[in-house]
């Protein structure tokens, strides 16, 4: 009886297109611990601090190299300028009004451009209206209008609320409807499906789809508003009884107090750091980092 032979094993057929791990689970490479280093490079808040200090120890060192407070303040100068002002009170009382004032021109602006993207989104006029107005306008500097501002609503508030509309209004507009026209027709289909139209439509579907667009469009808004508001101060200078930031830097300017004039210049650009920083930073976390929507 002849004994049996043993088959001999069929040979591995290696797929291309398949990627197989040859390593075994204890031939895994361990991760190697971050160091103390890597893990402080890795928070943003630090290195931005990092810089800022360097910055700030640039300044003081070019300040003290120069020696000349009437034209570059070192940067302790101005640090002590500021906290007299803060200690005053006059920086805070002007900051105040300069922001109380940025405030209802920035809403005024985002209410009109969400009624024109709106009216775009929804009419083929609307649209046609849109884009012929962000093409005339947009270019148009805010700074421009300052002769017509005064002309037609006099020296005061009226006038620079005027002018931050026109900065803040033509930047949100196109960047929401730019987003709006970006969202996929899939998901208009869906709110269609669901009996949605118009501001529903807009309101349900749109403007989370659309959502990171719109807050770039703030975040430009807010820029435009807030260079505008401070040149627009440096003109028309006191309204409402009391000046802004833009009329404290004027008249410290006029007294040849340079660094209350960095001071003030300091203060607007904390001020500026805090709203990016704070403001529109956790508004991105809470939105569209949280719904995936950016990395």
Request: charged letters at 10%; one cysteine or more; aromatic letters at 12%.
């Amino acid at each position: 009886m002849a004994t049996p032979t043993t088959a001999a094993p069929a040979e591995l057929h290696v797929r291309p297109e398949f990627v197989c791990d040859t390593h075994s689970a204890d031939q895994a490479e361990i991760r190697r611990p971050l160091s103390t280093f890597e893990t402080l490079y890795g928070l943003g808040w630090l290195r931005k601090t990092v810089i800022l200090i360097a910055l700030a120890a640039i300044w003081e060192v070019y300040g003290r190299w120069l020696d000349n407070a009437l034209l570059f303040p070192s940067f302790s100068a101005t640090v002590r300028a500021f906290a007299a002002g803060i200690y005053s009170g006059v920086l805070l009382e002007r900051a105040a009004v300069s922001l109380q004032t940025l405030l209802l021109g920035y809403g005024l602006g985002i209410a009109l451009a969400a009624l024109l993207t709106t009216v775009a989104i929804t009419s083929r006029i609307g649209t046609d209206l849109l884009e012929t107005l962000t093409s005339m306008f947009n270019p148009l500097p805010a700074i421009a209008l300052l002769p017509l501002a005064l002309i037609w609503f006099g020296l005061g508030t009226g006038s620079i609320i005027f002018v931050l509309v026109h900065s803040v209004l033509w930047a949100v507009a196109l960047n929401t409807h730019g987003g709006f026209r970006s969202v996929s027709a899939t998901l208009l289909m869906v709110g269609q499906n669901y009996g949605l139209k118009g501001f529903a439509l807009v309101g349900a579907i749109l403007i989370p789809a659309a959502f990171p667009s719109i807050l770039t469009g703030l975040k430009v808004g807010w820029a435009f508003a807030w260079r505008t508001l401070i040149a627009a101060e440096l003109v028309f200078g006191v309204s409402s009884g009391s000046g802004g930031l833009g009329w404290y830097i004027f008249e410290n300017r006029n007294q040849l107090e340079t660094a209350n004039v960095f001071a003030g210049l300091f203060f607007v650009i904390m001020i500026g750091l805090v709203v990016e920083n704070f403001v529109f930073a956790t508004i991105e976390k809470r939105t569209i980092h949280r719904w995936g929507m950016q990395h």
